[in-house]
């Protein structure tokens, strides 16, 4: 029996985020991928989520390469974690490694790492794997769809892509190789899914270009802008229109700084001569000849933006008159944070240009006709949608039917789960180890269901420690019930309730000396239950409760 | 010195909900709507929030009535807080007057309350004030806007609203009865700035019932339809549509089943003969015969929605090929919750509508251009947004400033402000007390800054206790170093930092000692800051620390 190719997401499917996909043959294994996501609503103190690698530390001495897409977090934001565990050589475009760089040199793993750099066109071969970079359009440059040439056939993966007829910088998607591909034989396509919810095209990033334009002219007043750090493309139309009305720019916000000199010194972005100034030169200079360009796109507390509007910034307020642009839309459960920073602006007498119907903000991912000219011509036999929640997998799947791929054709994966690939069949076999492994401080994995689930129960009602010392003879009371609470109620408004809850324990414990119960376990067990139902009768709330006996 | 009328808003300014108005001329005080809040994230634990009422309670014996505007949550919410403080005569609408009542009887405040009901086009006395009901179009039937004259002239106070020229009950804001008013003389407007942002005309709530015709027509599935419980007009364009397409209509969810029968017994609602069944009815009932209304727009845990979707609704649960209609924007925080139940449809096969570019849901609240003409119809010398964020109310004043209101004459206001009002002045003067008031529970402002922030802390890190008991001859450890943690980190992983832990707690005291230190506070805030340092070093985390050291 032939060997088959196996292709395992350990993360992007039925989630946002965390894109992880495996392709393995015989003794080789290809990650294409390894990103972040951000913690939801119910992970309380976890500061980022990435894929569990299980699977690939088991597996370690067949996995021949990483090879990253472009340089977003949510495809490159897990790599020092899976570097710590796997010493492997990375592949990606310059830009998409000299981001890597920066997370690695904060890892201290720098060192120990190899990256090697490929453009557009270039292709490597690890194991019996042959990997060929395609141009696409992308929120960030560098971005790069796969040919994976592997023993079953050729697989195009297309990581986060947008087709731009009108691209700021470079070319256009190679969409004549990609055609080129397809008329060869495309055995598979594996698509991201983000944006198959919305008909018709993207519109191009020049779009905004043109607005930022509208907004520069005649503009008398500071101009701010924010947008994403990453977004490359952006940043440049920013400073092509401050050059061409004038004004110098200052840049704010380390995320920002960061990319822009990786961006310059790879020379993915032109600065024209003399139009970067320092932050601190602003001072005594005309409104009308600055630009600042800040990090705060999201609302984030932390951000330039943010520390400017609420007079948190060592250089900069905002002052009466100054226009802000925000240039970038707010990401889910963002979007009360961006809130908050707009009306603070407005407060100052900022002039706020945010709106998302006022072409301020294009996305970077494929609408539904983009995605259907991907598949008319890469032809794939079988189809994988990628990188999205199930109900956007399923959306892609429709798309692909009336693309005429055949349905027995179509998989919906989910992560962890095994798909067997032949030159003829798809089929789904098993699974392997997947999940979200959370990374809270210094601590990877540590934080799990249990620690999330006392977490919630304290963040919704707060706690109460009752201590008490009994007499290792006789079980009577040395010292105590001394109650301490926190984020349940203000204590001093409840003496009375106080003075009962120690009344309840003291029965409680009474009950059970009366029953000849003297294992810590039953004594706790009955304190909590009786403290508890007396809390919930009174106050409607379920606060934890943890009994402290000791014996003296 | 003439009296000056004096206008107070205790909610609705710089937040969204809560609102209440406060119009107080000498000795007395009309209270114009009652509304709640929702928390917001950083409100851990908060069921929800309502206006701090003490100005009123300090000033009952002026209060002379609370008149509803209409019967949302954010306008009649905390009616059962400030009936418990203030016992007086109410006025609404028959419907809104409907809704108080469930909430009253809730309360156990129904036989205690006056509640007084009248129809757009008549009005009352109450004091100085006369009042009269006008008629509007909003998302809820019975809403009004409220003409008050006062002795020093005539305010026009629009509540929420809309102009619908194709209503699906009733007729179209009275717009002949708001121009009257204008041409004899309107001194202030304060108008709704929910949906100040938006440009151009709101959609007519007629729209999401063609779309409803295009779903039902030819449709032999199954259909559900979920939309906000109070949008008494969007459930009977559901109905009318089931009798259109032969189908019965049964409802599950609470709030949807006592909304629909209030407004049934008023007269709000007609329901076709038979149309009407059990939701038991509706086994073994053929697919196409059958319509669900349910409530979980919001993707609330415990809605009906939900819990068919998740296996946990005791009748119904979601089928291969049922038609699921989402009939409702989600309210900002809400995205993911509503995402997941998406989601759920999805994967149980069921076909979900829901996009908002779809003509699924229609705003109630006016856009620009319906903001414009209520201006332009009462002619306001002043002008008083209400209902917004500071961003809201201040695009509103420069709308109003484009409508030729003098800028002298337009103000923005805050909680706990007072304007002052003559016939020919405006001006601030002082302020009452105001903020938002924590329902938690059965507690009412039992919560407070410091609860919230210590269940934020313990959310974002969890907590150790760290029990002690020590001699109270010479301070000599007696029992412990005991370490209980909850939230923070699995115990079992870590055995060699809690040894780390209880040594750090030991020596911590041991220096006590040595430097002769006895208090409890010193010695615990001792232990407290090296445990602190230790783990923060160790972890970069900060549980909550709480030692607890006893004398024996």
């Known amino acids: 029996m032939a060997e088959k190719l196996k292709i395992i997401s350990l993360g992007g499917l039925n989630e946002i985020g965390k894109n992880l996909t495996v392709y393995e043959f015989g003794g080789d294994i290809l990650v294409v991928d390894c990103g972040l996501g951000f913690p939801d609503d119910e992970m309380y103190g976890v500061d980022i989520v990435i894929p569990d690698f299980t699977y690939l530390v088991k597996n370690k001495n067949k996995v021949r390469a990483i090879v990253l897409t472009h ?12 570097l710590k565990e796997l010493n492997v050589p990375v592949y990606a475009t310059p830009l998409t490694a000299g981001l890597v760089q920066l997370k690695l040199a904060e890892h201290g793993l720098l060192e120990t790492s190899t990256i090697n750099t490929l ?7 690890v194991g019996c794997f042959k990997v060929e970079f395609v141009h696409i359009n992308h929120s960030i440059p560098g971005a790069v769809a796969l040919a994976i040439k592997t023993p079953v056939g050729m697989i195009v993966h297309t990581g986060d892509y947008k087709i731009d007829t009108t691209p700021i910088s470079g070319s256009m998607i190679d969409l004549a190789r990609l055609g080129e591909l397809g008329n060869r034989g495309v055995l598979a396509l594996l698509q991201d899914s983000t944006n198959v919810e919305r008909p018709g095209y993207s519109m191009s990033e020049r779009k905004v270009g ?14 701010l802008v924010t947008t994403f750090a990453s977004n490359v493309h952006r940043i440049q139309q920013i400073i092509n229109c401050a050059a061409k009305y004038g004004r110098r720019v200052a840049v704010t916000g380390r995320s920002m700084e960061n990319i822009i000199k990786v961006a310059t010194e790879l020379g993915c972005m032109e600065i024209p001569k003399g139009v970067f100034m320092e932050l601190n030169q602003i001072k005594g200079m005309p409104a009308e000849k600055i630009v600042i360009i800040t990090t705060g796109s999201q609302g984030e ?3 330039a933006l943010y520390r400017m509007a609420f007079s948190d910034h ?14 970038a839309s707010a990401i889910p459960g963002n979007e009360k944070g961006v809130s908050r920073v707009i009306d603070e602006l407005f407060r100052r007498g900022a002039e706020v240009f945010y709106d998302k119907y006022s072409d301020l903000h294009v996305s970077g991912h494929a609408y539904q006709e983009e995605l259907k000219m991907m598949m008319a011509l890469t032809k794939p036999k079988f189809f994988i949608p990628l990188h999205g929640e199930y109900r956007h997998l399923m959306t892609h799947s429709k798309l692909a039917l009336q693309m005429g791929i055949e349905p027995k054709n179509i998989v919906i994966s989910d992560i962890g789960q095994v798909i067997e690939l032949t030159g003829r069949s798809i089929k789904r076999n ?25 977490r919630k129960h304290l963040a919704q009602d707060g706690m109460l420690v009752i201590i008490v010392n009994i007499s290792s003879e006789d079980g009577s009371l040395v010292s105590g019930p001394d109650i301490i609470t926190r984020g349940f109620i203000y204590v ?15 029965k409680a414990l009474g009950g059970c000396a009366g029953s000849n119960i003297t294992d810590f376990a039953t004594m706790k067990s009955a304190v909590k239950s009786e403290l508890s139902n007396y809390l919930y009768k009174k106050t ?8 402290v006996i000791t014996e003296i």
């Open 492 to 506: 001093k408004e409840s003496e009375d309730m106080m003075r009962e809850l120690k009344d309840i324990t003291i």
């Open 314 to 327: 060592r250089q900069v307020e905002i002052k009466p008159g100054d226009k802000v642009i925000i240039s």
């Open 301 to 303: 507390t932390m951000s």
């Open 210 to 223: 043109e607005r930022f334009d509208e907004l520069f002219r005649g503009c008398t007043s500071r101009i």
């Open 540 to 547: 409607k709330r379920n606060p934890m409760i943890l009994p």
């Open 119 to 125: 453009n557009p066109g270039e292709s490597f071969k």
């Open 430 to 454: 098993g699974s392997v180890p997947s999940g979200k492994v959370f990374v809270d401080g210094t601590g990877v994995g540590d934080v799990g269901a249990v620690v999330l689930r006392d």
């Open 71 to 82: 340089g977003h977090e949510d495809h490159i934001g897990g790599m020092p974690y899976i």
